[in-house]
């Protein structure tokens, strides 16, 4: 046991916990933590971001992509405020982050000081705990703590605030171990899994649902086992995207309003759906009282609250996904749905996804960039068309293989997500999916790339308009294009180069391919900015509150 004063508390406390990466920007009220980061520089790698939400969106991002606590740092004030956007953004897409923030001191608190902020209160709504230390005696079990609630069960943002006398404080400190994750198995019941089992052997068109807790729960092997075992087709949400092979010959692609009509067809049709660790949002469902509606459902999930949330469900079985997934496959015995089977391939040859080959198009570049890495890279995205091209043409056939902002649906998330992914998966090559209206607004984070030579590729699609917005005012709003167009003097490849990245303009399809090798081989930041028309639309689409059985594309539309 030793003296220590709280900053140094914080920093042997991330030791403890494995912490090898952090992000985040200094401040005045954060500075004795920062003081105590430089004599463990050798330890623990520090980030020095752009922004502070480019720090939050880049511990999002290391989390996803390792499966490990993404940590962030902040000062007081405008510095934690700063942090609230990817502090959001992890929660509403359950990933375990820790965001340490400081405030004023005790003395202090209360008064409208100085960079003063209630940042506890602020985040209250979109953190699954936070803290405010006001006490060195707490402090090192509040951390410890903070980690823990971050990666059990549903796992999610904690938010530490510590007020700066506390971090100046002395108190004993002694070494822990940190405390194992479980995984949560308790809830599970037998009655629960003997009703799921009576279920799927009753079944003649099972299909299976699979979103972003199949991921979390590292389930994607007992997920293959089990679709293969009952023999049914495998659809997944935008945050399931690995947990199931894309390349899988059960694989029948997204489901919801740009999901592939062969999933959304077959979801209709089927009798049984399972769904696991997937928590039925409205852009999955379309009109919630028509959604599997000839299909009984039995819903697998961590949480208990999703049970029964939007959609009614017959059966369901609360818990860890991996552990679930591998009892029902103990007691199951293969099950033959062939002719079950050959109707989905039929509906897979009957619609299959399309787009013109004859231009530079966002499909076109999506699949390219499958072609060049073999599927083996870690594509991040922002928001947008681009987001659901990436979703749609880009095969995964691993998990965390996607990282992209679900739930918020956070412009600007991209860039600094790749900058944390690249950091815990050194040996994968990362490629951030960006639309030009994503990209202007956290693009200065090329400078934190270039600063640390840390070799993410950035790949702007860039269509000169707010996509996404654009499709809708065509489809939706007459054609009055209020505010969506980019249209302007901005150069992305000169700014890539001024902040000291490699850039590439890219305006024919012939010429992408060649620029992603070299810029793969070059192991240095890259931005590509690749032009495609403003007209180019994402489709399937299922119309807002439309069942998604009426799922269109352009060959059922007339667009001029």
């Known amino acids: 046991m030793s003296k220590l004063t709280g900053a140094e508390i914080v920093i042997e406390c991330l030791k403890e916990q494995g912490v090898d990466t952090v992000f985040g920007y200094p401040g005045g009220a954060i500075l004795n933590i920062y003081d105590a980061l430089y004599q463990h520089q050798n330890e623990i790698t520090h980030i020095l971001t752009s922004h502070e939400q480019g720090a939050s969106h880049a511990a999002d991002g290391y989390a996803r992509a390792t499966g490990k606590v993404g940590v962030c740092l902040a000062t007081s004030g405008p510095g934690a405020t700063n942090l609230v956007t990817g502090i959001a953004t992890a929660y509403m897409d359950s990933v375990p982050v820790v965001a340490i923030t400081c405030n004023v001191a005790n003395s202090l608190l209360g008064k409208d000081s100085f960079q003063e902020i209630d940042i506890t209160g602020v985040t209250m709504p979109i953190t699954k705990y936070n803290f405010i230390v006001k006490d060195i005696n707490r402090l090192a079990k509040v951390i410890r703590r903070a980690f823990v609630i971050a990666q059990s069960g549903r796992p999610g943002p904690v938010l530490v605030d510590i007020t700066k006398d506390v971090t100046a404080a002395t108190t004993d400190y002694e070494y822990q171990e940190p ?30 649902f699979v979103g972003g807790g199949a991921v979390i729960s590292n389930a994607s092997e007992e997920l293959r086992v089990f679709a293969h075992k009952i023999q049914a087709p495998v659809a997944d949400s935008l945050m399931g995207k690995g947990a199931f092979d894309g390349t899988d010959e059960l694989y029948t692609g997204m489901v919801g309003m740009h999901g592939t009509k062969t999933s959304n067809y077959g979801i209709t049709e089927a009798d049984l759906l399972v769904v696991v660790g997937a928590r039925f949002s409205d852009r999955v469902i379309g009109n919630a009282s028509k959604f599997a509606k000839n299909a009984k459902i039995l ?26 997934l591998r009892r029902l496959n103990t007691h199951l015995d293969p099950i033959n749905h062939d002719e079950w089977i050959a109707h989905i391939e039929r509906m897979k040859d009957m619609y299959p996804l399309r787009y013109d080959k004859n231009v530079l198009t966002g499909p076109f570049i999506i699949q390219t960039v499958n072609e060049v890495t073999d599927g083996d890279a870690v594509i991040v995205t922002e ?30 998330y991209g860039l600094g997500a790749s900058i944390g992914a690249k950091m815990g998966c050194k040996d994968k090559t990362v490629i951030n999916i960006a639309g030009d209206g994503c990209f202007r607004m956290n693009m200065n984070e090329i400078a934190t790339a270039t600063r640390y030579n840390i070799p993410v590729i950035e790949l702007i699609i860039n269509n000169h308009v707010l996509g996404m917005v654009r499709q809708w005012q065509t489809l939706y709003y007459g054609k009055r294009y209020s505010q969506t167009v980019l249209n302007d003097s901005v150069d992305y490849v000169k700014i890539a180069e001024a902040m000291g990245a490699k850039a590439y303009r890219v305006t024919q399809k012939e010429e992408l391919a060649p620029v992603l090798k070299e810029a793969i081989s070059l192991n240095i930041p890259v931005v590509i900015d690749c032009q495609i ?23 059922d539309l007339k667009i001029n």
């Open 533 to 555: 028309g403003c007209d180019d639309k994402v489709f399937p689409m299922v119309s807002p509150g439309a069942p998604i059985a009426d799922a269109f594309d352009d060959t």
């Open 299 to 324: 819903q697998i999930d961590i949480d208990r609250a999703e049970i029964n949330k939007n959609i009614k469900v017959d059966a369901s079985i609360i818990g860890d996904a991996k552990t679930i």
């Open 179 to 208: 405390e194992k994750i479980e995984p949560q198995t308790d809830t599970i019941r037998e009655e629960d899994v003997e009703r799921a089992l009576e279920m799927i052997r009753k079944a003649q068109k099972p299909f299976i």
């Open 383 to 412: 928001v947008g068309q681009h987001q659901m091209w990436a979703a749609q043409y880009y095969k995964y056939r691993q998990p965390r293989t996607l990282l992209t902002s679900g739930g918020l649906g956070t412009m600007g």
